[in-house]
């Protein structure tokens, strides 16, 4: 069924998306191997050459075409200037959710569709599984828990997983670098790359000082007091630790801001004000239809969360608990459990 249907294999130069291509050439389909090139700053260490270089060298190794894509508009004005909107107006975004939508699974994958491949694939430890009682198509999480990005893909729809491999979904990381060293890639000893998607780790604050100007403004204690003084509201997250003075020698954590007035409310408790059990979302997606009112799933905040049971109507979510809640503009992800497997059933924004 696989042989003669053509797919183009997004190369990042790591090892995860290597044997993603090797896997599906052994399985009999005509694999194009695509290097995605991205808008970089300047002013950050810069190393999409070396990672071109690896993928070149990949697709040498297996004997499969090479082709680079230049996204770079792409990835600036649906990453990066999101990221940065969404900090100005007091929200915490999640640009590697974007970095999926607007560019892998957006621009990357209306490209391919262009060039007349039959499917798109990435090295992301998901699966996508069609429900032959359904017919639709299935966003599980992958099958190693501690590598499972089934969290950054709850965008995706029907239409985009029609078109869309996830070839090491159901390994583990330590059998994907087995089968690097049985194919003889020469990515199979590359480290896993960290931090933002595609620009790697980062300091968030630093990063945002080069599109936003610092606006000094006051730290309060919970009674707002004054209590120091921070870089601008914009800068930070709740829960935050850092970026601003220490109260008598103890260590504060965001627990509140105010961009309109430019303050920041800080506390030695890093959860305190944001624990509760109900909240709304906005951008919804729901990959294999609507969750019912009455059902039970289970939810998460933040990427590797523990997994808490919610319920959900319309665009409102309540927990059964009440837990730690992420800021606005943060995704929140859910999931039903089918025995030791997870299902995405999509998400939203955290309004």
């Known amino acids: 069924m696989n042989r003669g249907k053509k797919v183009f294999v997004g190369l990042s130069g790591g090892v995860d998306s290597s044997v993603s291509a090797a896997l599906l050439k052994e399985a009999g389909y005509d694999v194009t191997g695509v290097f995605i090139k991205v808008w970089s700053p300047d002013f950050l260490e810069c190393t999409w050459k070396e990672d071109r270089r690896d993928a070149m060298r990949v697709c040498a190794e297996l004997g499969i075409p090479f082709k680079t894509l230049d996204l770079e508009k792409e990835y600036k004005q649906g990453v990066v200037d999101y990221m940065v909107r969404e900090y100005r107006a007091g929200r915490t975004p999640n640009p590697d959710v974007m970095c999926n939508r607007e560019v892998k699974f957006g621009a990357f994958l209306a490209w391919a569709k262009e060039q007349g491949a039959d499917f798109i694939a990435t090295g992301h430890y998901a699966q996508n599984i069609f429900n032959t009682e359904t017919g639709k198509y299935e966003l599980w999480a992958g099958v190693d828990a501690e590598k499972d990005q089934s969290y950054f893909l709850w965008t995706l729809t029907q239409e985009d997983l029609k078109h869309v491999l996830f070839p090491i979904g ?24 960290q931090g933002l998607c595609f620009l790697g780790k980062l300091d968030m604050r630093d990063f945002l000082k080069h599109f936003v100007d610092e606006k000094p403004g006051k730290a309060l204690d ?51 004000a944001q624990e509760k059990n109900t909240f709304t979302l906005e951008q919804k997606n729901w990959i294999s239809g609507n969750p019912g009112a009455e059902d039970i799933y289970w939810g998460r905040n933040r990427y590797r969360q523990e997994l808490f049971q919610c319920r959900i109507e319309d665009e409102t979510v309540t927990f059964l608990e009440t837990i730690s809640l992420a800021p606005s503009g943060q ?21």
């Open 170 to 193: 159901h390994l583990h990381k330590s059998q994907v670098r087995e089968r690097a060293e049985k194919f003889g890639l020469p990515t199979a000893a590359k480290k896993d790359s």
């Open 331 to 351: 995704s929140f992800v859910v999931y039903e459990k089918h025995g030791e497997g997870l299902v995405c059933r999509g998400g939203g924004v955290i309004s």
């Open 222 to 272: 919970a009674q707002g007091k004054e209590v120091g003084v921070h870089e601008g509201a914009f800068f930070y997250a709740l829960g935050q630790r850092h970026g601003f003075e220490a109260v008598n020698g103890v260590p504060q954590y965001v627990i509140a801001k105010n961009v309109e007035k430019n303050t920041i409310t800080v506390g030695p408790d890093p959860l305190a």
